[in-house]
C-alpha cells in the first residue's frame, strides 16, 4: 500500500487502476482462504500454519514475514523521506533559502547542502528503533500525532494541485498507460 503514489507516478493512472484492482482481487482471494481453514483457537497466522503444515512451514513463515518486514520499512523509509523531503522543500523555497538545500531532482550524492540523503541518515535513526520496539504504547501514543500530519500533507497536496490548476495543467506529461509496472 505505501507504494501505490509510486506505482501511480511510473505506471500510469490506467495502469495504476488495473495493478489495484488485481491487488483487490489477491487480498480477497488471500483472506477468504484464511477465513476458511481459521480454528476458534488460531491467535493469528503463524498458529493456523503451525496447525495445518507443521512447524517446519511455521519456521519458514517467520523467515518470510522476516524479511518482509525489513522490505516494507526500507520502502516506507524512502517514501517518508521523499514526502518530507518535498515539504522541506517547499517550506525553504517560500522562505527564499533554497540555496542552502539541495535540488529534489538531484541524481547523485549530495552532502554539501540539506539532502535526501541527509533527511534519509536522519530519519533512519528512529524508525529503527520504531521497529524494534516491544512496548508499543509509545507507538500508540504517536500515532495521534499522525492524524495532524496527514492533515498538513494533504493541504500541502490540495495547495499544489490548486496551484497546478491556475498555472495550466498539461495533460500530455501526466502518464496514463506504461509498461513500467514494477
Given amino acids: 500500500m505505501l507504494t501505490f503514489p509510486v506505482l501511480f507516478q511510473k505506471a500510469g493512472i490506467v495502469t495504476g487502476i488495473i495493478v489495484l484492482v488485481v491487488s483487490c482481487l489477491i487480498s480477497y482471494t488471500t483472506c477468504r482462504i484464511y477465513i476458511m481453514h481459521l480454528a476458534p ?3 493469528d497466522v503463524e498458529d493456523t500454519i503451525k496447525r495445518i503444515m507443521g512447524l ?19 520502502i516506507y523509509l524512502i517514501l517518508i523521506v521523499d514526502q518530507i523531503y518535498n515539504i522541506i522543500f517547499f517550506i525553504m523555497s517560500k522562505a527564499g533559502v533554497e540555496n542552502s538545500i539541495a535540488n529534489k531532482e538531484v541524481d547523485h550524492l549530495v552532502f554539501d547542502k540539506f539532502s535526501k540523503q541527509y533527511l534519509a541518515i536522519i530519519m533512519f535513526l528512529p524508525l529503527l528503533a520504531l521497529t524494534f520496539m516491544k512496548n508499543l504504547s509509545f507507538v500508540i501514543k504517536l500515532a495521534s500525532f499522525g492524524v495532524g500530519s496527514v492533515f498538513i500533507y494533504f493541504s500541502f497536496l490540495i495547495y499544489q494541485f490548486f496551484k497546478s490548476i491556475v ?11 506504461s509498461s513500467n509496472v514494477g
Fill in 56 to 74: 517446519k512451514w511455521e519456521r519458514f513463515f517467520r523467515l518470510i514475514t522476516g524479511f518482509y518486514l525489513i522490505l516494507l520499512n526500507i
Fill in 41 to 43: 483457537k488460531d491467535n
Fill in 167 to 177: 498555472d495550466g495543467v498539461d495533460f500530455n506529461q501526466i502518464t496514463w498507460v
